[in-house]
């Protein structure tokens, strides 16, 4: 079956093929996903004149499948207040609006391993029909999925992965965005000085990244020579951070972060003290606004997107299918892709203030016109 | 003084503080069964005085005998294993505590097993022996302090310190902040204690009247000396009032 | 010589009193209870799956570390002081016994390294408060500071696994119950402490009256520095516990939410901020509350974001009717 994503020169959205019983939902990127819901939305209406005649629930009948009792899908998370997640939070709520379920976002604040470790466990106490959860630590979450698979429910890892038995992950291949990043710093600064920033380093989300970027880096065997740098896991501090290394080493080449809030910061210190019209070179992960701002403006050279609605949406259809198939059909991983923002492409993210973002919580389908570039 | 042994002595106790002289050759004598009264305004030395016949301070020079015997207070713990037990003028009591755990305070009776724990019928006990002893009638040893009334503080204070097998008795203004009622009953108290017979009192006041009712004798101290001793029953009031203001005319003169 | 009677103030007839009295020791933890068994009560009734084993085992892992904690910080609060570190004791101490058990030495010695290392951080902030007389808020301020930045230097801010045998782990916290075992064994030999020994009698003495318990005698400043590794070494016991129990040891665990929460533990369950007297039962009850307030919301499904907002609600509401209660239970004894 075709893939109608041509649109990334980087993108490897692979579906298992076994999912293309649902082929409107393999893909979900603007027109497409917008066809999609114009076909639940249209069905859901039809299946409300059914119901009325004593049909099966709406939404289920819509999404092709048949009725089944609300299921209750638990999503732990690391940092439930991050605005990264936000983006994901829309993608499960539309996935559950379109397929009959609930969902509970919950978790820690702070990536407190044992938090959420806790929420797993309630989760299962509370009979839950399925879980995903992040694999940011690889020790802690190894019991509690044997638990919870012992007892029946379903768990899948999304965002970040670890060797911990989880049925399947949903995201970006962490190492191989990392290695991406790091031919595009050999691109961007053949030599010199190069910090790379990590808010929580050991956590599995981002520091696979890292260790990529710095993977190809030296194997490029370029005269790069590389600082690794924490900045902890709130966004104001990760700004200071990032300051606070720039007054002490302000012949750094380049700076570039694995994560959406020191990526941010970066941006903001290049703004700041007009980095890139010294020569130095900055680029990063996410998409916070600030970040896209000062892509725009010309101050940060790139980030690349990890399209965290797509971990939502795509995790929560992981879950029906297997509840609905009694466990027969998947589970399968999902590479949720990368891609480059730059000053080229940035426009549209910043002109349009789309759910699909996280940015307005309006439903919506997004216009789109002219060729598409890479 | 009579033939037998005096309860404590001090010969020219002297005490300075840097420049200050808050001591300047203090005398004093106290016999057994004997309560004294030390009358003097603020900054007479009283409190002084008081520290050094507590062991809490040594005097700059000077020395001390207990029942006769010369001696050279180290601490607070040396003063009390003589016999000579302070009431300070706050009581030294803990509000959120029993009475009997107050009266018990850093002496607690503990059992033989389970060992650290705290014997608490025993300490119960035994306070209300004490308490019935010298007259005082608490409601409940069980009561926390601060549910007394002041005048039944001062007396848990005072049982406190006669409980620990005191033999020379000081109190720092025991009737401070009282109405005449309670005054009277602490008064009673401090009576009934000196009629047990093994108890000598030196009590600090500032209420001439009250003293000269309660105390055998006075010893008026000006300045950190002391200007005038004699038997109550010899002296009045008015013949007290007389030589402090004739001090201070001379003081003033001078 | 017949006795008068001194009692000047409140006149109570000795009879009643002694049933009253009896009572008046429980009275400060009896309101708490009460709100707790409200609470299970609600979330029962808003879902069935609160009172399951499982569930039962989930919530005795949200109460049992703050309930450890919050011991220490009872009988610190009762002397007048506070510990504002002990969270970043408890995510020290797990990596110290990584780092011994790594050079060598077998886990249980390991963990007895981390515990004595534990009780230095607590000399350390005793003897600054005591003796330099700094405020204990600024030296565990400082202390925390100090040692947030030494563990993630030492860690390189990187979690590990959890070492020892699965025997040795699922006695120190793995296994269901375990945790909530420690912190009821805990909890019952500081009760002990606190109301039948001389070092429970003279905290309170030190915290109701400094000056007169002084003149009394005791070594306050003993008793002071005392507390403070007590403290120091239950938060390094927590740590290590749940460190075993999630089998992961990380930097960023504890920190400042779980002294919080065992700080407020104390308070809700009777302990006065301005000390002077406290209650080791009422913190462990006070735990319960927080405990079951957390689990019980999650079990609800309430989302994060409006997760803090309805624990926040609910402690008031819990707090207004437990102080209500406590005052009509005073006027009910006058």
């Not at chain 1, 996903?33 to 005649?53: E, I, K, P």
């Not at chain 3, 030494?150 to 120190?172: K, Q, R, Y």
Request: one cysteine or more; aromatic letters at 6%; proline letters at 4%.
């Amino acid at each position: 079956m075709r893939d109608p994503r041509h649109d990334n020169e980087t993108s490897d959205l692979s579906v298992s093929p076994r999912l293309s019983v649902l082929p409107r939902l393999s893909v979900l990127r603007d027109r497409d996903s917008g066809v999609a819901r114009r076909v639940m939305l249209g069905g859901a209406a039809l299946g409300s004149v059914l119901a009325a005649m004593g049909g099966a629930a709406p939404a289920a009948r819509a999404a092709g499948i048949p009725s089944h009792p609300k299921w209750r899908l638990v999503f732990v998370n690391h940092v439930t207040t991050n605005p990264f997640f936000v983006p994901t939070q829309y993608g499960i709520a539309d996935a559950c609006a379109a397929m009959g379920c609930d969902y509970q976002w919950t978790g820690s604040a702070t990536s407190n391993a044992a938090e959420m470790v806790n929420a797993m466990n309630a989760a299962i106490a509370g009979k839950a029909d399925a879980i995903a959860v992040p694999l940011v630590d690889s020790a802690a979450f190894t019991r509690p999925i044997a638990r919870a698979m012992e007892a029946g429910i379903p768990v899948f890892a999304y965002n970040a992965d670890a060797d911990a038995g989880r049925l399947a992950y949903i995201g970006q291949d962490l190492f191989a965005a990392g290695q991406k990043m790091g031919a595009r710093i050999v691109e961007l600064v053949p030599a010199g000085k190069v910090a790379l920033f990590i808010s929580t380093p050991g956590q599995n989300n981002i520091q696979p990244r890292i260790d990529g970027a710095q993977d190809v880096i030296k194997k490029s065997g370029k005269p790069i020579s590389i600082e690794v740098i924490a900045t902890g896991a709130t966004v104001d501090e990760e700004l200071s951070k990032v300051k606070a290394y720039f007054i002490g080493h302000q012949d750094v080449k380049g700076m570039f972060a694995v994560d959406g809030g020191t990526t941010q910061g970066i941006s903001e210190v290049m703004r700041e003290s007009r980095l890139a019209a010294k020569g130095v070179h900055g680029g990063g992960f996410d998409l916070l606004p600030r970040t896209l701002t000062n892509i725009k403006d010309g101050h940060l050279d790139f980030t690349i997107d990890q399209q965290p609605y797509l971990q939502g949406y795509y995790t929560v259809m992981e879950m029906v299918t297997y509840l609905a198939s009694g466990g027969l059909v998947g589970p399968a991983d999902i590479n949720t892709g990368l891609k480059f923002v730059t000053k080229d492409n940035v426009e549209p993210y910043l002109s349009t203030a789309t759910r699909y973002e996280g940015k307005t919580d309006k439903e919506m389908i997004v216009p789109r016109g002219g060729p598409i570039r890479a | 003084m009579s033939g037998a042994r005096e309860a404590l002595r001090a010969e020219a106790i002297t005490k300075r503080f840097g420049n200050v002289t808050a001591l300047d050759g203090v005398s004093m004598r106290l016999a057994p069964g004997e309560i004294l009264g030390v009358l003097g305004d603020n900054g007479a030395g009283k409190s002084t005085l008081m520290k050094i016949l507590t062991g809490y301070q040594p005097p700059s020079s000077g020395q001390l005998w207990v029942g006769g015997e010369p001696v050279a207070l180290r601490s607070v713990d040396h003063a009390r294993a003589l016999g000579i037990e302070c009431v300070y003028q706050d009581l030294a009591l803990v509000n959120g505590l029993s009475v009997y755990h107050n009266m018990f305070l850093n002496r607690e009776k503990r059992r033989v097993f389970p060992p650290f724990m705290l014997d608490n019928p025993a300490m119960r006990r035994r306070a209300r022996e004490i308490l019935e002893d010298i007259g005082v009638d608490i409601p409940s040893v069980d009561l926390e302090v601060e549910r007394l009334s002041g005048g039944q503080r001062q007396a848990v204070a005072v049982a406190r310190a006669v409980g620990s097998n005191a033999r020379i008795l000081l109190l720092d203004e025991p009737l401070a902040a009282m109405g005449a009622r309670e005054s009277a009953l602490i008064i009673d108290l401090i009576l009934r204690l000196k009629a047990k017979g093994d108890l000598s009192i030196v009590m600090i006041m500032h209420n001439y009247a009250q003293t000269l009712d309660i105390a055998d004798r006075i010893m008026l101290m000006q300045h950190g000396t002391v200007t005038y001793e004699r038997a109550a029953a010899e002296t009045s009031v008015a013949e007290l009032m007389e030589i402090v203001r004739r001090e201070y005319r001379a003081r003033r003169g001078a | 010589m017949s006795a008068p009677d001194i009692a000047g103030g409140t006149a109570v007839r000795p009879s009643r009193l002694a049933g009253l009295l009896g009572r008046a020791v429980r009275w400060r933890e009896f309101s708490i209870v009460v709100v707790a068994v409200l609470l299970t009560v609600y979330f029962q009734a808003v879902n069935d799956n609160f009172l399951t084993e499982a569930n039962l085992q989930t919530l005795s892992q949200f109460i049992a570390a703050s309930a450890i904690i919050a011991c220490g910080e009872i009988m610190l609060l009762i002397c007048g002081e506070i510990d504002l570190s002990a969270g970043h004791v408890f995510a020290l101490a797990p990596f110290v016994m990584y780092f011994a058990n790594q050079a060598g030495l077998p886990i249980w010695l390991a963990l007895i390294v981390a515990l004595l290392a534990s009780s230095l951080v607590g000399l350390f902030n005793g003897l600054v408060t005591v003796k330099l007389k700094v405020p204990s808020f600024v030296t565990t301020l400082g202390t925390m500071y100090l040692l947030n930045g030494f563990t993630l230097t030492i860690s390189h801010g990187s979690p590990v696994e959890t070492g020892g045998s699965e025997d040795f782990a699922n006695i120190m916290g793995a296994s269901g119950y375990a945790e909530i075992l420690w912190a009821f064994a805990v909890v019952a030999v500081m009760h002990f402490v606190l109301r039948q020994t001389r070092w429970g009698l003279h905290t309170i003495a030190a915290g109701g009256n400094l000056v007169g318990a002084a003149e009394a005698g005791i070594n306050v400043a003993h008793i002071k520095v005392g507390n403070f590794m007590l403290t120091s070494v239950l938060a390094g016991f927590t740590g290590i516990i749940e460190a075993f129990r999630i089998s992961s040891t990380d930097p960023l665990a504890g920190g400042t939410g779980i002294m919080f929460l065992a700080v407020a533990a104390g308070v809700i369950g009777g302990t006065p901020l301005a000390g002077g007297s406290g209650t080791v039962l009422g913190g462990l009850i006070g735990a319960i509350v927080l405990g079951v307030l957390r689990d019980g919301f999650t079990l609800q499904g309430i989302n994060a974001f409006t997760f803090d907002m309805i624990i926040g609600a609910f402690i008031l509401v819990a707090m207004i009717s437990n102080i209500h209660m406590s005052r009509l239970q005073r006027i009910g004894r006058r």
